[in-house]
């Protein structure tokens, strides 16, 4: 175990000498990229929107097929209530309809089947009624009902799971993400929250709002997830952002050359000396936090100049500040003290530390993931938490498919936007019997005849 950081040792320049460290290559256990067998096609006629959005789903289709008759039946058991059991096709027609819905966002649900002749939206109605759409809404179940209930009478023991009803999606959607894509040298720590208005302890402090922390390649490709459980998180007797860390980057990544970013919330000594002869990290750092360096001397201060870089190097661990328009502070493993020239439009340039640079460059996968999750998505205001994470997952598995479909598919066959992925993903379980057909319009306007008449009297070309 390395030593913690000396608060005594004095702040130093770019002048000052620094030690290089021997940096691990770059050596994963899989190729990087889409892996098999989805890469397989890439020499014949690459697989469509809605066969790769399938290899993430069609697991979860059964599930969603026997829980949710099995609900059905033991909630109308006694009543004088004809039920028709949900099959796979209808569950596959039910995401199609959830996909096309949020391409159009109308303000209700029902809005998709309304008859008014201006607002009359034609395919849902051919596709499935509307009574069987909220049917299915209101009866989708992940879980079996029967072990739902075993597992709240365990409610205040340590036996109880508080995702036992979304465990079985968790599990899948994590071991598909890993299985069908292995990410690139740069990886993203960070959280992500999902609004929900359900009664339950998995909400954070921010109103209405669940907690998913997630790892992703720099491409935006949503590597791993997991949902926090508020208190009832299994800890390890370190810090929370030590925990996530350590249970995100699978072993696999371990001594082979991954870099991990994150902010300052996931930054801790402990988790860098545990890690740095592993695994590449650069993360923001917080001031005051135990083991970080406290020294004074030639340090930074609100009047220093813009572009001031101070380090202090302890073994493995380089701790930087940089002036910008604040100061910034980073803990890194992987890069030396070298200095950059960043690019500025109205002067010749500010000197910026290569980890800043590193970080502001690799970062962004989070934010590209989040940009993507939040256009054309599949949410829907409901009080069944469980169904809130099941659309979210939906958006995952939509985003991450796009981006294995851009992959795989060569320079003239790629797609614009993640929007039209969707698109086609959204009518492919449609059948083409059941498309409407296009009428022509009713309204008809007087055209101009000129033949047949003499040049004297013929009118001219639109009047």
């Known amino acids: 175990r390395l030593p913690c950081c000396s608060s005594t040792a004095a702040w130093k320049t770019t002048l000052d000498p620094d030690i290089t460290f021997p940096l691990l290559k770059f050596k994963p256990k899989r190729a990087p990229g889409v892996q098999p067998p989805l890469n397989s096609h890439l020499s014949t006629q690459p697989l469509n929107a809605g066969e790769i959005l399938s290899r993430f ?11 949710s008759n099995n609900a059905v039946i033991n ?20 995401l199609g309809l959830l996909l096309y819905m949020a391409l159009l966002e ?17 395919l849902p109605s051919t596709v499935m009624s509307r009574n069987r759409f909220m049917v ?19 409610k205040g023991t340590g036996d109880h799971d508080c995702l036992h009803r979304v465990r079985p999606l968790l599990e899948i959607m994590r071991n598909r993400c890993m299985a069908f894509y292995h990410p690139k040298q740069h990886l993203s720590v960070d959280d992500r929250t999902v609004a929900t208005k359900a009664r339950i302890a998995l909400k954070q402090y921010i109103k209405w709002e669940l907690k998913f922390f997630v790892l992703v390649d720099v491409n935006g490709y949503t590597v791993n997830v997991s949902l926090y459980q508020g208190k009832s998180t299994p800890v390890s007797g370190n810090r929370l952002s030590y925990d996530v860390v350590t249970s995100l980057v699978s072993k696999d990544y ?21 890690l740095s002869r592993d695994l590449g990290l650069v993360a923001l750092n917080q001031q005051g936090r135990v083991g970080v360096p406290t020294a004074t001397e030639y340090a930074l201060h609100r009047r220093s100049r ?31 003290v070298e200095t950059v020239l960043r ?39 409901t009080k069944r938490w469980p169904v809130t994470i099941f659309q979210h997952f939906l958006d995952i598995a939509v985003t991450n498919s796009f981006m294995l479909k851009e992959l795989c598919a060569s320079r003239h066959q790629k797609m614009k936007t993640r929007q039209q992925f969707q698109e086609e993903a959204s009518l492919l379980s449609v059948p083409l019997h059941s498309m409407p057909e296009h009428h022509p319009s009713e309204d008809h306007f007087p055209v101009a005849m000129s033949h047949g008449q003499e040049k004297a009297q013929r009118a001219s070309m639109g009047r």
Not at 80 to 87: D, G, L, P
Not at 136 to 154: F, G, V, W, Y
Not at 361 to 377: A, C, E, F, P, W
């Open 57 to 67: 789903f069609d697991e979860v289709l059964k599930l969603l097929c026997n829980n």
């Open 106 to 122: 109308l303000p209700k649900v029902s809005d998709f089947w309304r008859k008014n002749k201006i607002f009359y939206v034609p």
């Open 254 to 274: 371990l001594g082979s050359g991954y870099i991990s970013y994150f902010d300052n919330f996931y930054t801790s000594p402990l988790l860098f000396r545990y």
């Open 75 to 94: 909630h109308c058991s006694g009543r004088n209530f004809a039920w028709r059991e949900i099959t796979i096709e209808e569950i596959k027609k039910y």
């Open 343 to 381: 690019w500025k439009k109205t002067e010749d340039g500010k000197h910026q530390k290569l980890p800043v640079g590193q970080y502001n460059k690799y970062m962004g996968g989070v934010d590209n993931s989040d940009q993507m999750l939040g256009t054309n998505s599949t949410k829907r205001r």
């Open 306 to 336: 813009r572009g001031s870089i101070q380090w202090i190097r302890e073994d493995y661990l380089l701790f930087v500040k940089w002036m910008d328009t604040r100061e910034v502070s980073i803990c890194a493993n992987v890069h030396p």
């Open 136 to 154: 299915i809404s209101s009866n989708l179940h992940i879980t079996d009902p029967a072990e739902d209930a075993l597992n709240d009478q365990k």
